[in-house]
């Protein structure tokens, strides 16, 4: 009876164990598709400041069309005041005649300069319009410029998210003749067994006992690096992973007996949260 007892509280600590881990996958796919939302909506972004350049090229091209339009007038004008003036020389055969053309060749004349200044004013305008296009054009370039590159950045912590998680996790409470157990009393030591991947310079484990407290390595835990055998692991994803992984065990083995209740190991790459696996000790386990 006891022996049944025993299966029916591993398989109960495993189908809590998989819960658990399938709760992280789903956190974790929860994040890439958020960070795949961003991406998509700064590409969005991108595309649409593209259009407002191909505008404002335009409205560049139609002003330096315009500016040419007006040299052209502004060299006829140029070419009719010396015509006006040889006909002011060929004049001065009478000189009544010639004060009555003077006197319309000055009033033309200074039509024409009015007209001219009018014309150098306009061009100056047109100058100062296309230099604020410019400017805005280039401010929309820089625009285009950060974003791509935030657009890469986001693109780069996609690709890493999705491959720095934990992978072939394995946690139980064994008791002082090594047996696989989930009651309180009987249990003396935590061990965990989880594939981390092989760039992890410094891997940090914290586990966090029911009272909310953290277990230190003054408690009895410690983490080393080890090769297991396949029997050894239970793998919580869908497939292996294509990229190379190390194996770490941890053991938290207290000088004093194991509380009831949950038990929490998370994993961290430096300051950066990977993924947790839980335990549950039942204090209310029967023979």
């Known amino acids: 009876m006891e022996n049944v007892n025993t299966y029916r509280a591993i398989i109960t600590g495993m189908i809590l164990l998989f819960a658990g881990c399938v709760v992280v996958l789903v956190i974790s796919r929860e994040t890439i598709n958020t960070l795949n939302t961003g991406m998509n909506q700064l590409k969005l972004k991108n595309e649409s400041m593209l259009s407002e350049k191909l505008?404002?090229?335009?409205?560049?091209?139609?002003?330096?069309?315009?500016?040419?339009?007006?040299?052209?007038?502004k060299q006829l004008l140029e070419d009719s005041l010396k015509s006006s003036r040889l006909s002011l020389?060929?004049?001065?055969?009478?000189?009544?005649?010639?004060?009555?053309?003077?006197?319309?060749?000055r009033r033309k004349q200074k039509k024409q300069a009015e007209k001219i200044s009018s014309m150098k004013q306009t061009l100056i305008d047109d100058q100062k319009i296309t230099k604020?296009?410019?400017?805005?054009?280039?401010?929309?370039?820089d625009s285009i410029s950060t974003l791509l590159a935030i657009n890469t950045a986001l693109r780069q912590q996609c690709e890493l998210a999705a491959t720095r998680?934990?992978?072939?996790?394995?946690?139980?409470?064994?008791?002082?003749?090594?047996?696989?157990?989930?009651?309180?009393?009987r249990a003396r030591k935590l061990v965990a067994r989880v594939d981390v991947p092989a760039d992890f310079i410094n891997p940090v484990f914290v586990l966090t006992a029911p009272d909310g407290n953290v277990?230190?390595?003054?408690?009895?835990?410690?983490?080393?690096?080890?090769?297991?055998?396949?029997?050894?692991?239970?793998?919580?994803?869908?497939?292996?992973?294509?990229?190379?992984?190390?194996?770490m065990e941890v053991v938290y083995q207290p000088r004093h007996k194991l509380k009831a209740g949950t038990y929490v190991l998370q994993v961290r790459d430096g300051d950066k949260h990977v993924g947790s696996v839980m335990l549950l000790l039942d204090p209310m386990h029967k023979k």
């Open 215 to 247: 277990v230190n390595n003054e408690d009895g835990l410690v983490a080393r690096e080890l090769v297991t055998s396949p029997e050894l692991t239970a793998s919580i994803g869908p497939t292996a992973a294509s990229f190379n992984t190390k194996t």
């Open 165 to 185: 998680t934990i992978d072939h996790v394995l946690i139980f409470a064994a008791s002082a003749n090594n047996k696989f157990t989930v009651k309180a009393k």
């Open 55 to 73: 505008l404002i090229q335009k409205s560049l091209d139609k002003q330096s069309l315009k500016n040419q339009a007006l040299d052209k007038q």
């Open 89 to 105: 020389g060929s004049l001065r055969i009478s000189n009544r005649d010639l004060s009555q053309t003077l006197s319309a060749s």
């Open 132 to 141: 604020r296009t410019e400017e805005a054009n280039r401010i929309k370039t």
